[in-house]
């Protein structure tokens, strides 16, 4: 039986990999999921949102062209 070699700090650190992935964010209701950038998708991944419009951020309460007219 052969014995392993004691980590040390310095092992440790060499085998640490910090990985940036790409991820998308829906706007409606802020999950997020990995991007596959040669297909972007339709509809938000999150089951219960499924919005299509997952992409677009959603506009306030009272800054409708409308509401602006009332004042």
Known sequence: ??????????????????????????FRCSYMWLANLEHPPMYCANKACNSPYWYLPVK??????AHKKER
């Open 1 to 26: 039986m052969v014995k392993a070699k004691r980590l040390t700090k310095k092992d440790v650190q060499q085998a640490i990999i910090i990985k940036q992935v790409p991820y998308f964010r829906c």
């Open 60 to 65: 306030l309460v009272g800054t409708s062209a």
